[in-house]
């Protein structure tokens, strides 16, 4: 009695705790069939039926074996003749046919599973990339949502996949080992009993190996996301030049290298646990299996059963462990990958803060009053200090507006207010002395062009560059050539190879790459290409030589005419023809009006000017700028 006892204690204390967690994380199968059912239906009905006859095939070939070698007893020394292969040519037959069948139905099922898999990749790829341009902006723009995302990203294709393979397989599996128990049942009822209970160690081993793995990967989402970043810098070409000028290489590389050894370490350690583990685990039940063994070749001796009943146990018990072995490695598996799907889950469940009112109001036609900051205080999210409070400023439409400023003033962040990637925590922006947020999003964005000051070169041709800039207009050849010339990027494109069908960078063959400015030019080809009431433009000619920046200078009033036009500058040659310009300063505006009232105020955008207009460098530049003191805030 004293065995049963332990055995239930350690059931209870060990195993059950155990088995608590991974029944939580099971609520994610019915999601995940969900998912796979929506990609491929057909093809997961007869995904089930190949694994229902894959499951019964091996009990028949036990079953078959029993009764072909108890023939064979009967045959044995009785010579080759006629009779004697009448007695086995029944049970060979039908095992050659299993057997035959086995194949064809293995290589149905190769061809069901990589049809199925394929369109549910595509599926669930699909579902990704429209939830990550669904999210807030601000989940790139913080470390712990980039984990998060991170961890939903991590194999989220291949996942769902692999649950699909350990759910088959443990279907598969499951038949067999009920036909398996089937077959044991006329030896003695405890028989099946016994072969299960020989691979609880293996159970409890499987569930507590790829808990401690799953705890590991979360823990180390931030090591390996650093791994990631330093790979990117040292293989990139936009980091290549200053890697070689200033040796760069050797830093990154023992960067990396520390944190690769500390994950290698951490994964030798849980596989070398795991391994001497599962050594423990097949030692017990290769000793269960010894015994059951030894009782039927007890009963063999006693001539209780013949030998083809020992080779029918042998056979049965043996494949009833490997089978078990294989559902707890299905069980684990399944376990590991709801883990891991769960991020994916959780991913997939997040919801936009920023959402459309349940009313929303139609986005005025064209701009009558202006835009309006009233009151607004902003804070990043994390970040204890404001970048904006109790702001105030006012853009009347029909204008271009210029904001300056020192770098971490506030400015690009306006940007971001406007274009409603985040919402202040008090105060209102007023479109029309509308509130932003009473608009619904996609309209309120769809009436703003924006020039970025780091903007995005498109590896794709340049007209499609181009189209870029409305997609959902279609533009026309025409009016993309009218949009680079008004750019200044035209004569440009036309030298190129294949003009406006070449295609722009180096990541792909035939690919030709331009120069930063000419991105730059061509970026702001697809904003005057949109078609919008409010353009935004931050650092448009940052990129630009003084000969390209006065080119476009020249045509910038006609291009803004009857839109109002916000543009943030360092750029006095940029701003001084703007018709008005405001002065920022830790997150407030200090100075506002004409160029010409700025500097007989003698106030802060007096100073830069006349500091730039009397130093060494402007003489010999046509390019003064306002300069870039210590940045003091989150721009």
């Not at 039908?94 to 990589?114: F, H, K, N, P, Y």
């Not at 020992?310 to 009833?320: D, I, K, M, P, S």
Request: proline fraction near 5%.
């Amino acid at each position: 009695m004293l065995f049963p006892r332990i055995f239930a204690n350690f059931w209870s204390t060990k195993i059950l705790s155990k088995i608590q967690h991974p029944l939580a994380q099971f609520s994610y199968l019915p999601k995940t069939f969900q998912l796979i059912w929506a990609a491929s239906q057909r093809w997961t009905i007869a995904w089930i039926l190949l694994l229902i006859v894959q499951g019964l095939l091996p009990g028949a070939t036990v079953y078959l074996t029993r009764t072909l070698v108890d023939q064979l007893l009967v045959t044995a020394g009785i010579g080759v003749s006629w009779q004697s292969i009448q007695i086995i040519l029944v049970p060979v037959a039908l095992m050659a046919a299993v057997i035959i069948l086995s194949e064809v139905v293995q290589g149905m099922s190769e061809w069901v599973r990589t049809a199925q898999s394929e369109l549910v990749q595509d599926y669930i790829s699909g579902l990704v990339h429209q939830q990550s341009a669904r999210i807030d902006y601000g989940c790139y723009e913080s470390s712990d949502d980039q984990d998060r995302l991170e961890q939903a990203r991590e194999g989220a294709t291949t996942r769902p996949l692999a649950l699909l393979e350990n759910m088959g397989s443990l279907l598969q599996n499951g038949i067999t080992l009920l036909a398996m128990a089937a077959i044991l049942l006329p030896y003695g009822y405890w028989l099946p009993i016994l072969l299960c209970v020989s691979a609880l160690p293996a159970f409890y081993i499987t569930l507590q190996h790829n808990l401690r793995q799953y705890q590991w990967s979360q823990r180390t989402t931030m090591d390996r996301r650093r791994l990631h970043y330093y790979d990117v810098l040292l293989t990139s070409g936009w980091v290549a030049a200053e890697l070689r000028l200033f040796n760069y290489g050797t830093f990154f590389q023992a960067a990396y290298q520390r944190i690769r050894q500390r994950l290698r370490h951490d994964t030798m350690n849980l596989l070398r646990a795991q391994t001497l583990s599962r050594l423990l685990a097949g030692a017990i039940a290769l000793l269960i299996a010894a015994a059951a063994l030894a009782w039927m070749g007890r009963q063999v001796l006693l001539g209780l059963l013949t030998l083809g009943d020992l080779a029918l146990f042998y056979q049965a018990f043996n494949r009833g462990q490997s089978i078990i072995k294989s559902l707890l490695g299905n069980f684990g598996q399944i376990y590991k990958n709801s883990l891991f799907i769960g991020n994916l889950f959780e991913f997939l469940n997040l919801q936009p803060e920023l959402v459309d009112p349940p009313h929303p109001h139609p986005i005025p036609a064209a701009l009558q009053t202006g835009i309006r900051f009233r009151q607004v205080t902003f804070r990043y999210p994390g970040s204890p200090e404001a970048v904006l409070e109790s702001f105030n400023l006012m853009i009347p439409a029909g204008k271009i507006v210029a904001i300056v400023g020192d770098n971490g003033a506030g400015k690009s962040t306006l940007i971001k207010l406007l274009c409603r990637f985040y919402d202040p925590q008090s105060g209102a922006i007023e479109l029309d002395d509308m509130d932003l947020r009473s608009f619904a999003v996609a309209d309120l964005r769809r009436m703003i062009t924006v020039l970025f000051q780091n903007p995005m070169p498109y590896y794709v041709s340049a007209a499609e560059n181009l189209a870029l800039g409305d997609i959902a207009a279609n533009p026309s050849p025409v009016d993309r050539e009218q949009a680079a010339r008004n750019a200044g990027i035209h004569d440009k494109i036309m030298s190129l190879s294949q003009g406006y069908e070449t295609l722009l960078g180096k990541w792909f063959p035939g690919g030709t790459e331009l120069s930063g400015g000419q991105w730059q030019r061509l970026a702001l080809a697809r904003a005057f290409l949109r078609k919008a009431n409010l353009m935004i433009l931050d650092e448009p000619t940052s990129a630009m030589d003084p000969w390209a920046e006065f080119d476009w200078l020249e045509r910038f009033r006609s291009l803004a005419e009857g839109k109002t036009a916000i543009v943030i500058t360092h750029r006095f040659t940029l701003a001084m023809r703007a018709d008005l310009i405001f002065v920022m300063r830790d997150g407030k505006v200090v100075e506002s009006g004409h160029h010409d009232e700025l500097v007989a105020q003698g106030g802060f955008y007096a100073e830069s000017w006349n500091t730039q207009m009397h130093s060494p460098v402007a003489s010999s530049e046509t390019e003064p700028r306002v300069p870039l003191p210590q940045v003091t805030a989150q721009n």
